[in-house]
């Protein structure tokens, strides 16, 4: 009998046990918008009764929230089907039943093909639908099977979730838009996420004053074109990014603002002008240029050319000069030529980011670069990247040396491996480590940087040895 584990048990006295927790594990795989909605899954079943569990042959309900940018990304989710659908037959010899989720942007852009390729998934849940997991969870317990949602329904989704009750942390996501109308063609997410939606200003600040209650003084603001914000403001007029920042940083007790992934083309004059003026909006910018020749980029459809980009982060430095930049890089776009390559080595080192995310381009069903011809031998692409990354990485090394001897003001989030010690972030979003009391978390602090490792900063607390 499903859940069989729930049902109230009667104790000696008579009086009925509160029911045992339902117990759901999630598995959450690429962007941080995917964490963001995995937390607010979280949180409504939380409201059902269910706990969250890391081990998934404990669980009632496994919820795979997927990714569909790259192929590798969206086929580790069958490898991951094939454990649960072994969990799922142990835990049946045992009378236990376990419901399998496929939710996120696999479950958005393959739909009824999970069903087929994996019957042991019980429901495939698109990105837009999560808030009805509820009431599709009762209609599998009543009997239904292979339930498959992905329609982009007329219901503002962020509206029908419960208010958020779990924040525990210093920092969270916030997503204040969703989907995207730019096309690029390599790009699944215009099909996966929608079109461009803003969420109304009022429910971002309701939904920030509400983390900032319970400790987070760190907010990052999510949006697949998140730059391209446009939500209805309180005059009813649609409001920019800049506009909702000036607004988020009205909250008492918020310390930091950050938004993450702009597009080059929706980088305002107010909203380079808001880096220069705003001390709660970190100077961090996560800037994809994609590739560095103008004819790759006319193919990608990104409609600026790499002149554009450099121009553009020129003003941003003029307004903001210790900005850090960070970027996304493909490489073997098809027909991406030796001599394209490398005009996108040398915008990465003319650029000087702080941090890059390279990836070999990846085909995908449905796109237009997918049938493009020039596709470019896996081996090129591997190559490419390799000789991309020494260069990113010396860059990165770059930037995290010149930090060495900086104070910098850190924002503890957490206690650190080693014992006495913490783990914060700088404002260029660097890991920092340092010795100081657990009292110090959720509080800025600054931190004399002593040292600069392969992934993070350590330093001590300024005042003390
Ligand atoms: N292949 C490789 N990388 C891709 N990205 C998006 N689509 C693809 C693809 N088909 C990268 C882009 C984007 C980041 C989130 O993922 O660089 O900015
Ligand atoms: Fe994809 Fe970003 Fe291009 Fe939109 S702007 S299509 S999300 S790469």
Redesign the pocket.
């Known amino acids: 009998m499903p859940f069989e584990e729930a049902s109230p048990q009667a104790e000696p006295d008579g009086h009925a046990a509160a029911p045992a927790a339902k117990r759901v594990f999630i598995k959450t795989f690429g962007c941080q918008m995917n964490v963001y909605d995995s937390e607010r899954m979280s949180e409504m079943l939380a409201a059902e009764g269910y706990v969250e569990t890391d081990a998934p042959d404990e669980a009632d309900l496994a919820i795979l929230n997927t990714c569909h940018i790259r192929e590798k990304a969206a086929e580790k989710v069958y490898s991951d089907l094939g454990r649960l659908r072994d969990i799922k037959s142990a835990r049946a010899e045992g009378g236990k039943e376990t419901l399998i989720t496929v939710a996120g942007c696999v479950a958005q852009a393959e739909g009824e093909e999970i069903v087929r390729r994996a019957p042991a998934v019980d429901l495939v849940l698109g990105s837009q639908s999560y808030h009805r997991l509820p009431e599709l969870l009762s209609r599998l317990r009543g009997g239904e099977t292979a339930l498959v949602e992905t329609a982009f329904p007329d219901e503002d989704k962020f509206q029908a979730l419960p208010e958020r009750a779990s924040a525990k942390a210093v920092t969270a996501f916030l997503t204040v838009q969703e989907g995207?109308?730019?096309?690029?063609t390599?790009?699944?997410?215009?099909y996966t996420r929608g079109m461009e939606y803003s969420r109304p200003v009022a429910a971002l600040v309701d939904e920030a004053r509400r983390l900032v209650q319970r400790g987070v003084r760190d907010i990052t603001l999510l949006g697949?074109?998140v730059n391209g914000y446009h939500g209805e403001g309180p005059d009813g007029a649609p409001t920019t990014l800049a506009g909702l920042i000036g607004q988020l940083a009205g909250i008492e007790g918020l310390l930091r603002i950050r938004y993450t992934?702009s597009?080059p083309r929706d980088m305002s004059e107010a909203l380079i002008e808001a880096h220069a003026r705003e001390d709660k909006l970190m100077p961090y910018l996560h800037l994809?240029f994609?590739a560095g020749a103008d004819r790759v980029l006319a193919a990608m459809n990104?409609k600026h050319t790499a002149a554009d980009y450099l121009a553009l982060i020129a003003r941003i430095r003029r307004a903001r000069p210790d900005i850090a930049l960070s970027t996304d890089i493909i490489v073997g776009f098809p027909g991406e030529s030796d001599a394209d390559f490398e005009a996108t080595l040398a915008l990465v080192r003319e650029a000087e980011f702080a941090h890059a995310f390279s990836f070999k381009y990846s085909p995908r069903p449905g796109t237009p670069a997918a049938t493009m011809d020039g596709q470019v031998p896996e081996e090129v692409k591997r190559e490419r990247l390799e000789r991309l990354q020494e260069v990113i990485d010396a860059g990165y090394r770059r930037f995290n040396g010149a930090c060495v001897g900086k104070r910098l003001p850190v924002l503890f989030e957490k206690a650190g491996r080693h014992a006495g010690q913490l783990v914060g972030r700088s404002p260029y979003l660097q890991l920092v480590h340092a010795d100081a009391d657990p009292a110090l978390i959720g509080r800025v602090i600054d931190v004399e940087i002593r040292a600069a490792g392969a992934n993070s900063l350590s330093g001590a607390i300024c005042g003390q040895s």
Request: glycine share 0%; with cysteine; charged share 20%.
């Open positions: 995207c109308d730019k096309f690029c390599f790009c699944v997410v215009p697949q074109n992934t597009h994809p994609q990104r």
